[in-house]
């Protein structure tokens, strides 16, 4: 899935893509709607192409930041139990 900022590659940890393809005819493009969202980007609707796998991607519309992002991470961390399951948090 595109980076949202043309860069490609793959969705950083804590954000979500949705991918649709609602109202449009298969015959004239190719474009697809990506609903991009996560703890640190605002809800933003952008328009990809199918051709190059959603390499590049166009914002439609965002919601506004609700705070400055620069600089902070999402991690994933796990805890490990006695018996060795792994519990993320």
């Not at 940890?13 to 990506?34: A, F, M």
């Not at 519309?61 to 399951?85: I, N, W």
Request: negative net charge; hydrophobic residues 30%; aromatic residues 6%.
């Amino acid at each position: 899935q595109g980076g949202g900022d043309g860069d490609g590659g793959a969705v950083p940890v804590g954000q979500d893509v949705s991918v649709g393809s609602h109202c449009r005819d298969s015959e004239t493009d190719n474009t697809l709607w990506l609903w991009r969202d996560g703890y640190l980007v605002p809800d933003t609707l952008e328009m990809a192409s199918a051709e190059d796998s959603c390499e590049s991607t166009e914002s439609v519309k965002s919601k506004p930041a609700m705070f400055d992002a620069d600089g902070l991470v999402v991690e994933q961390r796990f805890a490990t139990s006695k018996d060795g399951t792994r519990i993320p948090y």
